[in-house]
């Protein structure tokens, strides 16, 4: 008896039990069959239709609503700074805003009272055409009314004060009568706006005229009556000279 069957048989068994062991382990475990068993077919001709496994409905998304905040009862300290603030604010705007307007007001006041002042005195001026300068005539105007003044020194309060003002008014209207002429006409513009003043003005006016014509006709008389007197006494000397040859 040889050993090469007896180790030809001890080999091939653990062979044939690893297939047997892995064919149990691959079996199907069910029936596999070729067409669908008789008892879970659905007839085609019931009269009631099977129903459908309904889908499970997905919830809508709700939007949520913006929840209003509650008024507060009482305002916060927040609050009651910031309207504090607020209100200083604006009482330091309207005030810096009203000062600023009254400043404005005040430069342009001042403004238009220098352009009236340099335009008034600018009238007054005489025109080139005139001929008459300010200048040796303003000069004149002065010397003549402090010889009023030295002419009355020893007089009373009234001539001492009179006085200068009429030997300067006479000396302007004779040195510079367009500047008095301008002068008058402004004057009157001013006295137009007072009535009594004006009234008073024109009565003045009218007593001096009539005051002035009548001292020229009066010394017109007085120089013809002086000129008839020196012509008969002239004529008496002659007379008297012819009868003493």
């Not at 009269?47 to 919830?59: A, Q, V």
């Not at 004060?161 to 008058?184: E, Y």
Request: charge should be neutral; aromatic fraction near 8%; glycine fraction near 4%.
């Amino acid at each position: 008896m040889s050993f090469r069957p007896m180790f030809r048989q001890r080999a091939v068994a653990p062979f044939a039990a690893t297939l047997l062991a892995g064919g149990v382990a691959l079996a199907p475990r069910r029936t596999a069959w070729a067409e669908e068993p008789q008892d879970l077919r659905k007839p085609i001709y019931d009269d009631f239709p099977t129903e459908t496994p309904e889908l499970p409905k997905t919830p809508s998304a709700v939007v949520p609503q913006p929840s209003s905040p509650s008024p507060s009862s009482s305002p916060t300290p927040t609050d009651i700074l910031t309207a504090q603030i607020r209100q200083a604010r604006l009482f330091l705007y309207n005030n810096s805003l009203a000062a600023e307007n009254c400043f404005n007001d005040f430069l342009s006041r001042a403004l238009h009272i220098e352009n009236a002042f340099t335009n008034t005195v600018a009238s007054l001026a005489p025109s080139p055409e005139s001929g008459e300068r300010l200048l040796p005539g303003g000069v004149y105007v002065v010397v003549a009314a402090m010889a009023g003044s030295i002419v009355s020194r020893n007089r009373g309060i009234f001539l001492r004060s009179a006085s200068p003002l009429a030997f300067g008014t006479v000396a302007a209207w004779s040195l510079l009568p367009v500047t008095m002429r301008n002068v008058s006409d402004l004057a009157w513009e001013y006295e137009k706006k007072v009535p009594a003043v004006a009234e008073q003005h024109l009565l003045i006016r009218e007593k001096a005229e009539h005051i002035w014509s009548t001292g020229i006709a009066h010394s017109g008389m007085a120089r013809a009556m002086m000129e008839e007197k020196i012509g008969d006494t002239r004529k008496k000397l002659e007379e008297l000279v012819s009868k003493g040859h």
